[in-house]
Every structure is written in C-alpha cells, then in structure tokens.
C-alpha cells in the first residue's frame, strides 16, 4: 500500500544536540512538507519542496533545516538553533494540482531532555 | 493572502446530537476546500473535499457544502458518536502560480460524551 511513513514515532534529545526526523513516501508525490504542531495549535509550516533538490522556507524555518536528493524522500534536522524544539512534527506529501489535498504521516513527538 | 477561519474554542456535545464546526474563508481565486480529522496522537487524514462552488464533500457521515456567496465550508454531521471525538481541520488550497500549498485553520477540537 502507497503511504508516508515517519520515523521514529518518539525521538528524545538533549540540549544542545542537532537530530533528524524521517519522511518516506512512496506515492510518487512531487511536493512534501514539514509541519510543527504544538499543545492546542494550528499547524506551522516549517519548510516545503515542490521538485528533488530545491525546497523553500515555510513561516517558521529558523532553526531547522532540511536536504531533498531523492523524490521520495525529505529529511528535516532540528539543529542546537532551535530554542524551542519539544513538539509534535507531522509530514505531508502531494501532488501538483490544488484539488488533492495532502497525504499525512502520523507524525513524530520531539522531547527535548 | 490565503486564509481560514475556524469558530474559536473546542466543541462538547452528546452522543447522537448534531454538530457543526463553522468554517469561512479568505482567497483571490477559486479555491479546493477541505477538511482534515486528527485523532489523538496521529497525522491528519483527509475526512473530505470539494473543488468548486456548490459542490458536497461527503463521507463517514460528515458533510460540508462548498458556499461560494457566503465563503464558507461548514462541517455536519446528523448524529455524532464518541468516535468522532477529534480535532478538525478546515483547509482551503489556492495558488494561482500551481504551488499546492494549503491555508489551514486552527482546528477544533471535538469531544463527544456518551
């Protein structure tokens, strides 16, 4: 079955450690997405791709940076920059044409230790 | 820009009532709307969709008409259960230059009693 798989569901990091979030999709969608959640928000778009090896920065971008060499996949790295980086990340994956909508994975809860 | 409004505040209501969570929105052209469930600690899953004006998206129950003249996508459903407990995204996509990124709501959350 095509999906979006994120991995690990529950990651744990120290101060002042960089870590990296996976986003695997195999749907052959050309977009994929990285959102931050936190406790009784909206969604936040951290960073965006629409083609292999281009992405531009969503509203919330600093402290976070990303790398997309493959169409199926978009890595995200929570770097030491981040000041507050305990939140649940969810990534989403599309295609093209605005009538489809997203495919989401079940996200990754980040606690910092 | 491209924006979404949800009606504030979490929604509590019993088993078998009915509901519906207000959506309106602000967009230059013509958008695709949608609405996104999230159960507890999970992504979001597409609940249902509508691409043009007066159009219904349909499914599980849930219902929600595409209002071009009032700019809204109200969410209903007849009679709620407590699986329905969730919180609800509304969306709405529409980039004129083909970039598919969507414009969501705040979400509300939806907790449904026995």
């Known amino acids: 079955d095509g999906g979006i798989t994120q991995s690990p569901k529950y990651l744990f990091r120290k101060e002042g450690q960089n870590v990296t979030l996976s986003c695997e999709q195999n749907?052959?969608?050309?977009?994929m997405y990285w959102y931050r959640q936190d406790p009784g928000q909206g969604l936040r778009l951290i960073y965006y791709s629409q083609i292999v090896n281009d992405f531009q920065k969503g509203d919330i971008a600093e402290g976070y940076s990303v790398s997309r060499e493959k169409k199926e996949s978009f890595p995200l790295t929570v770097t030491s920059a981040q000041k507050n980086p305990t939140a649940f990340y969810l990534c989403?994956?599309?295609?093209?044409?605005?009538?489809?909508?997203?495919?989401f994975g079940s996200g990754t809860r980040l606690t910092v230790v | 820009g491209d924006s979404v409004t949800q009606m504030e505040g979490p929604v509590t209501l019993s088993e078998e009532a009915f509901l519906t969570i207000n959506c309106t929105y602000t967009?230059?052209?013509?958008?695709?709307l949608f609405w996104y469930v999230q159960y507890p600690g999970e992504g979001l899953q597409l609940l249902l969709k509508?691409?043009?004006?007066?159009d219904k998206g349909s499914n599980k129950g849930f219902e929600a008409t595409y209002r071009k003249e009032t700019t809204s996508f109200h969410l209903e459903k007849g009679s709620v259960q407590v699986s329905d407990s969730a919180v609800y995204f509304c969306a709405l996509s529409d980039r004129g230059d083909g970039n598919n990124r969507l414009a969501f709501g705040k979400g509300n959350q939806v907790v449904v009693i026995p």
């Open positions: 749907l052959n969608h050309d977009a």
């Open positions: 967009a230059t052209g013509y958008p695709s």
């Open positions: 989403a994956s599309s295609r093209a044409s605005k009538v489809y909508g997203y495919t």
């Open positions: 509508a691409t043009k004006a007066d």
